[in-house]
Nanobody, 112 residues
């Protein structure tokens, strides 16, 4: 059973960067049709942040375009989310989804 494991969250100031990582225990990203990052802020619904479909189709939420970059490294079996120019409104728990399975999430807090 595939279980994504996220890491890399933390507390940063506005304008700073973070890189999140997701590795699926029990599975390989090479066989995944889609892999995605989502986030859920307090009191809000979970929303799509970025996704890779069929290896070369990449989509981003409008709110993160130009600031976030999703990528994957098959050698390390990891999906990344590079987040630059972070804003307080990016504060949320970030989740990875691969093979339809959700990770436990990693907290990102952007505050001065």
């Amino acid at each position: 059973q595939v279980q994504p494991v996220e890491s890399g969250g933390g507390l940063v100031q506005p304008g700073e960067s973070l890189r999140l990582s997701c590795t699926p225990s029990g599975g390989s990203i090479g066989g995944a049709y889609a892999m995605s990052w989502h986030r859920q802020a307090p009191g809000k619904q979970r929303e799509l942040v970025a996704r890779i479909i069929a290896r070369d189709v990449i989509n981003y939420a409008d709110s993160v375009k130009g600031r976030f970059t999703v990528s994957r490294d098959y050698a390390s079996n990891t999906v990344y989310l590079q987040m630059n120019s972070l804003k307080p409104e990016d504060t949320a728990v970030y989740y990875c989804n691969i093979y339809g399975a959700w990770g436990q999430g990693t907290q990102v807090t952007v505050s001065s």
